[in-house]
């Protein structure tokens, strides 16, 4: 029994006793000679108010306070009071209208209640449907930024890159972690490099950190598959029969290399579930390809450049790097050739230029063959106008773009 029906139960019962005290003080027989009868009026309200069966319940109580009365105060005459149509008719009339009264009340409530239960399920399914509605929304919005990707977003990308002019290999790392969060809507990215004992350190991240700032490559699962097969995401841990810890275990990575020499990892530490599918790893692909010719001149991933002079030797391989990189995402570079006198006059040239380009000597012909990378017209410009006031003789100058 809920507390309804027990508060139901104990209303009945302390009223009808209360009628029953006043009708035995002032010998009310029952209340027969009053019109209405207060147990009829009661009985009534109780159907109005519980249904059908607190009305039975009321009315068999009424009908035992009205004969007890009626015995209390007719004793001998109790069966000549009672066998008559003015007693009768009391009880009579309390179950009748209690019972009609309470069975349409009950059909009311249940229509309510019905109606209330119909109402919750469309609730539910409405629910149900702004669920699918921001599932397919989310879906819808994935494809779409898929189709952005697949058709317009490498030139996208290009169109941005060809507008960015680096000062040092900082702004290059700083410049990626911006594209690959802005173009794969990636919670946490971040770059790492590796070293020659396979030890990764993190050199940039955008978000919140997940992982440690440096580890070994064998602690994660996801990196290690990564540096195998170039690229690897959270997937491969449901395949994996290898123990793995998960605090290690980013959503993706996809490895940076140089030839066949792997530089670094681009990582996707956060990312929504639903963007972990092939073509978001392609782009970073894309994007990990783009870095490691960016970062060809960088001495922080690449161990066995030469940070202040390469020789002319290496000139050829290293244009055909760059101009390889300018064809596939149209990033200009500009190529200077100076005459020197001296040694001395060589540490010059460090002045004019970034950490990101490079310098080769010739020594047989006392030529510096300057590269720099990521440099329109106009920065050549800058550069030659820096060399004039050096008084550095230009041999030849000019710009690809």
């Given at each position: 029994?809920?507390?309804?029906?027990?508060?139901?139960?104990?209303?009945?019962?302390?009223?009808?006793t209360i009628l029953f005290i006043l009708d035995?003080?002032?010998?009310?027989?029952?209340?027969?000679?009053?019109?209405?009868?207060?147990?009829?009026?009661?009985?009534?309200?109780?159907?109005?108010?519980?249904?059908?069966?607190?009305?039975?319940?009321?009315?068999?109580?009424?009908?035992?306070?009205?004969f007890l009365s009626i015995f209390f105060n007719?004793?001998?005459?109790?069966?000549?009071?009672?066998?008559?149509?003015?007693?009768l008719k009391n009880p009579l009339y309390i179950?009748?209208?209690?019972?009609?009264?309470?069975?349409?009340?009950?059909?009311?409530?249940?229509?309510?209640?019905?109606?209330?239960?119909?109402?919750?399920?469309?609730?539910?399914?409405?629910?149900?449907?702004?669920?699918?509605?921001?599932?397919?929304?989310?879906?819808?919005?994935?494809?779409?930024?898929?189709?952005?990707?697949?058709?317009?977003?490498?030139?996208?990308?290009?169109?941005?890159?060809?507008?960015?002019?680096?000062?040092?290999?900082?702004?290059?790392?700083?410049?990626?972690?911006?594209?690959?969060?802005?173009?794969?809507?990636?919670?946490?990215?971040?770059?790492?490099?590796?070293?020659?004992?396979?030890?990764?350190?993190?050199?940039?991240?955008?978000?919140?950190?997940?992982?440690?700032?440096?580890?070994?490559?064998?602690?994660?699962?996801?990196?290690?598959?990564?540096?195998?097969?170039?690229?690897?995401?959270?997937?491969?841990?449901?395949?994996?029969?290898?123990?793995?810890?998960?605090?290690?275990?980013?959503?993706?990575?996809?490895?940076?290399?140089?030839?066949?020499?792997?530089?670094?990892?681009?990582?996707?530490?956060?990312?929504?579930?639903?963007?972990?599918?092939?073509?978001?790893?392609?782009?970073?692909?894309?994007?990990?390809?783009?870095?490691?010719?960016?970062?060809?001149?960088?001495?922080?991933?690449?161990?066995?450049?030469?940070?202040?002079?390469?020789?002319?030797?290496?000139?050829?391989?290293?244009?055909?790097?760059?101009?390889?990189?300018?064809?596939?995402?149209?990033?200009?570079?500009?190529?200077?050739?100076?005459?020197?006198?001296?040694?001395?006059?060589?540490?010059?040239?460090?002045?004019?230029?970034?950490?990101?380009?490079?310098?080769?000597?010739?020594?047989?012909?006392?030529?510096?063959?300057?590269?720099?990378?990521?440099?329109?017209?106009?920065?050549?410009?800058?550069?030659?106008?820096?060399?004039?006031?050096?008084?550095?003789?230009?041999?030849?100058?000019?710009?690809?773009?």
């Amino acid at each position: 029994m809920n507390k309804k029906n027990i508060f139901a139960f104990l209303e009945i019962t302390l009223i009808l006793t209360i009628l029953f005290i006043l009708d035995i003080t002032n010998k009310f027989f029952g209340y027969i000679f009053v019109d209405p009868n207060p147990y009829f009026i009661f009985s009534i309200l109780i159907a109005i108010r519980y249904g059908i069966n607190f009305s039975l319940l009321s009315g068999s109580i009424s009908t035992f306070y009205i004969f007890l009365s009626i015995f209390f105060n007719a004793r001998n005459d109790f069966f000549k009071f009672v066998i008559s149509w003015t007693v009768l008719k009391n009880p009579l009339y309390i179950f009748l209208f209690g019972f009609i009264i309470g069975f349409f009340r009950d059909i009311y409530i249940q229509k309510i209640n019905y109606q209330n239960e119909q109402i919750n399920l469309l609730k539910e399914k409405v629910k149900s449907l702004e669920e699918d509605i921001r599932k397919y929304k989310n879906i819808t919005d994935d494809l779409e930024h898929k189709l952005v990707l697949e058709k317009q977003g490498v030139s996208l990308l290009v169109e941005k890159l060809k507008d960015i002019e680096y000062n040092n290999s900082e702004d290059i790392f700083n410049e990626a972690i911006d594209l690959i969060s802005e173009f794969i809507y990636a919670k946490t990215v971040s770059i790492y490099t590796l070293s020659k004992n396979n030890f990764l350190r993190m050199k940039v991240r955008k978000g919140p950190q997940f992982l440690p700032n440096s580890l070994p490559v064998d602690k994660s699962v996801v990196i290690s598959m990564a540096m195998e097969f170039g690229s690897a995401n959270a997937n491969v841990l449901y395949l994996t029969e290898v123990e793995y810890n998960f605090e290690y275990e980013p959503a993706m990575a996809v490895s940076v290399k140089y030839g066949k020499e792997i530089l670094g990892f681009i990582i996707i530490e956060i990312i929504d579930p639903e963007k972990i599918n092939k073509n978001t790893e392609i782009y970073l692909k894309i994007l990990a390809d783009w870095l490691s010719t960016l970062l060809l001149a960088s001495s922080e991933l690449s161990e066995n450049q030469n940070p202040d002079f390469l020789t002319s030797k290496k000139f050829n391989n290293i244009l055909e790097k760059i101009e390889e990189r300018r064809k596939r995402f149209g990033i200009p570079y500009s190529i200077i050739i100076v005459k020197y006198n001296n040694i001395n006059s060589i540490n010059l040239f460090k002045k004019f230029i970034r950490d990101t380009d490079f310098l080769f000597i010739d020594k047989n012909k006392k030529e510096i063959k300057i590269i720099l990378t990521s440099c329109s017209k106009g920065g050549l410009t800058r550069v030659l106008n820096n060399f004039s006031h050096e008084n550095i003789k230009v041999v030849e100058a000019y710009t690809k773009q």
